[in-house]
């Protein structure tokens, strides 16, 4: 009796678990196809570089990230209601207490955040989220596996001296229009 | 059975209202209402951003960047608000000025340059040039009418904080200067 009771409450506080914490990976699934988004990703390739020109440091920053997801919203005269639906969801997902925020920035017309999933020297994902009252917003997940802070600023040097592959950007630029 | 039952449900509900509760108090800042202000631009940084940076690897001949990285750990918060519309400004000075009456904030300097109205208050640790709060109102009027208000807490020592002036773009970054120099 005592256990069915327990097995019980674990199923139910395991669904209401579930039920309770969208992630953004479910967000980003769910809005893939969704006409009023697009969605991009971006793998390690577009920094198109010689692997062999790279320090040691350099080498295990980038064996850390794994790549760039973003979703963005793009705002028109016809979806400025489902822009504040899915703009409210977006910043409830980011509320909860997985993401810890790094810094935000906000003026009347725009807003940025930053955030990141895991701890210090094991950071499993970065979260970018930015919104601009005339564009609509846009999310970026960096993805990657135990990167941290010395990752990030050696990764900085590679993309400086990297020769981008702007064929992988093209999407974003119907963005800026 | 059922008394071990209401125990735990007795401690559940517990946590969840200390949960409840204590949410807002991580939350809530006294400034937290100028997010999102049409006329004000918000920055803030958070102490896991600072806990982050302070984990770079720097040059250990480069001094410089070693106490920067030395101060840059003991940071918690730092939160800058800045306006150019006469309403928010108002609005800012107000709140600032409850705050600073409700934490006890002491005025450790003030100027007045160029049409500017410099002010700049600290809360006092364990001795006179420890920090634990400093707050900075910048009151601009005529041609650089831009109002800022900043704060930034944590548990240093304000002649530290004239690296962090020279390394970030802060606003008022001279008088900050000054101030740590007079009271050394």
């Given at each position: ?177 | ?73 003991k940071?918690d ?26 934490v006890g904030l002491e ?15 600290v809360k006092s640790g364990s001795s006179d040039s420890q920090i634990k709060e400093l ?17 930034l807490t944590g548990d240093f020592d304000l002649?530290e ?24």
């Open positions: 009796m005592k256990i069915t009771y327990s097995i019980v409450l674990a199923i139910t506080l395991l669904c209401v678990s579930c039920n309770k914490e969208p992630s953004l990976q479910k967000y980003f699934v769910e809005n893939t196809d969704n006409n009023n988004f697009l969605a991009l990703d971006i793998s390690p390739s577009i920094l198109n570089i010689a692997k062999d020109s790279l320090s040691e440091d350099q080498h295990t920053a980038l064996a850390s990230f794994d790549k760039i997801n973003i979703l963005a919203f793009k705002l028109t005269e016809e979806n400025k209601e489902q822009y504040e639906i899915e703009n409210t969801k977006v910043n409830q997902i980011l509320k909860d207490e997985k993401y810890q925020q790094l810094m935000k920035f906000s003026t009347g017309a725009s807003a940025a955040s930053v955030s990141f999933i895991g701890d210090d020297d094991h950071i499993d994902e970065f979260i970018l989220y930015t919104n601009r009252k005339e564009n609509g917003f846009a999310i970026i997940r960096v993805l990657g596996n135990d990167m941290n802070a010395n990752n990030i600023m050696s990764l900085m040097q590679i993309v400086q001296k990297s020769n981008v592959d702007m064929e992988q950007l093209k999407p974003l630029q119907q963005l800026m229009k | 059975m059922k008394s071990i039952f209401l125990k735990n449900s007795k401690k559940l509900l517990l946590a969840l209202a200390f949960l409840l509760l204590s949410t807002p108090f991580f939350a809530q800042s006294a400034f937290d209402k100028f997010e999102g202000q049409d006329d004000i631009t918000a920055l803030i940084v958070n102490r896991k951003m600072f806990e982050l940076m302070s984990k770079v690897k720097v040059d250990a001949t480069d001094k410089e960047a070693q106490r920067y990285m030395n101060l840059i750990k940071l918060n730092l939160r800058v608000f800045s306006t150019a519309s006469s309403k928010a400004t108002i609005d800012l000075k107000l709140t600032a000025d409850k705050y600073v009456k409700s005025e450790l300097m003030r100027v007045n340059d160029s049409g500017k109205n410099i002010k700049i208050l707050l900075m109102f910048i009151e601009g009027s005529g041609k650089t009418n831009q109002t800022v208000l900043m704060s002649n904080i004239s690296i962090l002036t020279d390394k970030m773009k802060i606003p008022g970054g001279e008088e900050l200067k000054k101030a740590s120099k007079n009271n050394r």
